[in-house]
């Protein structure tokens, strides 16, 4: 390397550090912004974090079956389903660019792809509930 170079590979670095920093600003609001997703026209809703994280589940007495919990089942998943999307719009919208400004740099620990196993744009899990 000669004396020339350095100055640039200081720069890549110093660039380097800003997006990280960046980074880790944008996942800090992402962990305190929520995002709501509701089932059967309101009687489920399930309350995330942008991160992904389950914080809040409201079930309307109304969408309580005893003689049927495999609807009420369905209506849980549905929600949760639906708000972990929008969250992962979330963090699209909010991580993608910084993702992109690494130039290839790998996948960055899963944040710049979003798999939605084939559920429309619907993540296929949910991180610690086995869903």
Known sequence: MTSGDLPSMQQLLQQASQMQQRLMSAQEDLARERVVGDAG???????VTGAGELVDLRIDPKAVDPADTET????????????TGRAAALQAAKLGPLAQGFGGLGQLGGLGELDDGGLGGLPGS??????
């Open 41 to 47: 026209g309101g009687l489920v809703s399930a309350t």
């Open 72 to 83: 009420l089942a369905d209506l849980v998943l549905a929600a949760v389903r639906a708000a």
């Open 126 to 131: 949910l991180p610690g509930l086995g869903l």
